[in-house]
């Protein structure tokens, strides 16, 4: 099916753990975006990518590291989970006028 | 600080009624906005869109722009107890590549 998918959808992982949450989109959209939300804070942009190969911060990418070896995928990588990770992670692709959303992921962080 | 603001809400209206969401935003050089859904636990869902000034309609809903007021209204007639969701308003920034998210409103939409 054409769209955008994030998997796990669920994750509950220890302290200092490295967890990898995938995005993969069959649109070819260039644009690609990490999002976390929590309750008080809205939509927080973490990383995005113009393109394989480009990449760059958002408003809150310490502690994440992203890649885009393919325009389909975008991985983000929690290189050193803490507590403070614990959220709702979202990924979104952007066609020609308009942004949407994967399902998200439920990250613990424990 | 490119800025999107909305009133939390919650903002609670009778069903049939006119439930009327706004969003000011501070940069002037957004040219589009964007309506998003949210429901409890799933994510957001693109309902409208809005490049110039003046209204948009899609069905129940109508979008309003107002670029020397920089605000925007979502109107949503007819209000049905499912609109009961988080609407979040969204502005475009960087040369159209990026969006920024106001908090968003709460609506619920009471039987």
């Known amino acids: 099916d054409a769209g955008i998918t994030q998997s796990p959808r669920y994750k509950i992982t220890e302290t200092g753990r490295q967890v990898t949450l995938m995005c993969h989109q069959t649109?070819?959209?260039?644009?690609m975006f990490w999002y976390r939300q929590d309750l008080g804070h809205g939509l927080r942009l973490i990383y995005y990518s113009a393109a394989a190969d480009i990449t760059d911060k958002g408003e809150v990418p310490d502690g994440y590291v992203v890649s885009r070896s393919k325009t389909e995928n975008f991985p983000l990588t929690l290189e050193s989970a803490t507590r403070s990770q614990t959220s709702v992670y979202f990924c979104?692709?952007?066609?020609?006028?308009?942004?949407?959303f994967g399902p998200g992921t439920r990250l613990t962080v424990t | 600080q490119k800025e999107v603001e909305q009133n939390s809400g919650p903002l609670s209206v009778p069903e049939g009624a006119i439930a009327s969401l706004n969003c000011t935003y501070s940069?002037?050089?957004?040219?589009?906005f964007f309506w998003y859904r949210q429901y409890s636990g799933k994510s957001p869902e693109l309902i409208m869109s809005i490049y110039s000034n003046g209204d948009k309609e899609d069905g129940r809903f109508t979008a309003q722009l107002n670029k020397a007021s920089q605000y925007v209204s979502l109107l949503i007639r007819d209000s049905q107890p499912s609109d009961s969701a988080t609407y979040l308003c969204?502005?475009?920034?960087?040369?159209?590549?990026?969006?920024?998210f106001g908090g968003g409103t709460r609506l619920m939409v009471k039987p």
């Open positions: 969204a502005g475009v920034y960087n040369a159209g590549n990026m969006l920024t």
């Open positions: 979104a692709s952007r066609g020609p006028y308009e942004q949407y």
């Open positions: 940069d002037r050089g957004s040219q589009s």
């Open positions: 649109w070819s959209h260039s644009y």
